[in-house]
């Protein structure tokens, strides 16, 4: 399974972003798919999630009513759309395929088994 994630870039506070992250080998309408983020000197955090069977979204606290997490079956690819950002939003964010994530464990990156290579956001102030 490969995932490729793109959409990144430099956007201004308050301004808004669209990742999207591509994945081949393996299906994301059969998988959990997330988004993680890693910040200079910072672990890798939780983001936001689906879960693969009910497509039940979780975010996190930081990015609750600015984030939404789509699926598109067709093409494979999942995408998150941020509005609102702030400085502090500015990681690198990855995309992560779990073929047997259970839902409580949706915000844990070791749950995940497979990782795209990252897209760097950067939000100036």
């Known amino acids: 399974v490969q995932l490729q994630a793109y959409g990144g870039g430099l956007v201004q506070a308050g301004g808004s972003l669209r990742l999207s992250c591509a994945a081949s080998?393996?299906?994301?309408?059969?998988?959990?798919m997330g988004w993680f983020r890693q910040a200079p000197g910072k672990e890798r955090e939780f983001v936001a999630g689906?879960?693969?069977?009910?497509?039940?979204?979780r975010y996190a606290d930081s990015m609750k009513g600015r984030v939404t997490f789509s699926r598109d079956n067709a093409k494979n690819t999942v995408s998150l759309l941020m509005n609102g950002l702030k400085p502090e939003d500015t990681a690198v964010y990855f995309c992560?395929?779990?073929?047997?994530?259970?839902?409580?464990?949706?915000?844990?990156?070791?749950?995940?088994?497979?990782w795209g290579q990252g897209t760097l956001v950067t939000v100036s102030s």
């Open positions: 992560a395929l779990g073929s047997r994530t259970i839902l409580s464990a949706i915000t844990t990156p070791h749950a995940y088994d497979y």
């Open positions: 080998g393996g299906t994301v309408s059969r998988s959990t």
């Open positions: 689906i879960f693969r069977s009910n497509n039940v979204a």
